[in-house]
């Protein structure tokens, strides 16, 4: 089991930045592969980012790429998402996922992948 919550959420201008963040706890966190989807009012849960276990292989959904950034620190069992240039249509309740792992493995991008979910942060970008 790990407990996973979100924060740093909250209310920004188009163009502007956030930073999310994803503490963990319960198991030895350095075991998770780690994602981030997000769910936008009237749509599926879509995938965002996610990276390997120790965080040396990260994967992007197109819409964000090269503006978000998925981080992990292992010491702090907490992982990151870094949001810059954020438009409109990144408004979504954001989510961070955890499946555990044993040996190497390639970071998931499905939700059925994630068995663990934090219960989500508002993230809205207003114009």
């Known amino acids: 089991q790990v407990q996973l919550v979100e924060s740093g959420g909250g209310l920004v201008q188009v163009g502007g930045s956030l930073r999310l963040s994803c503490a963990a706890s319960g198991r030895t966190f350095s075991r998770f592969v780690m994602g981030w989807f997000r769910q936008a009012p009237g749509k599926e849960r879509e995938f965002v980012a996610a990276?390997?276990?120790?965080?040396?292989?990260?994967v992007y959904a197109d819409s964000v790429k090269g503006r978000f950034t998925i981080s992990r620190d292992n010491a702090k069992n907490t992982m990151n998402l870094q949001m810059n240039s954020l438009k409109s249509e990144d408004t979504a309740v954001y989510y961070c996922a955890a499946r555990w792992v044993i040996g190497v493995a390639e970071p998931y991008i499905r939700r059925e992948d994630y068995p663990y979910w934090g219960q989500g942060t508002q993230v809205t970008v207003s114009s």
């Open positions: 990276l390997t276990r120790d965080g040396g292989r990260t």
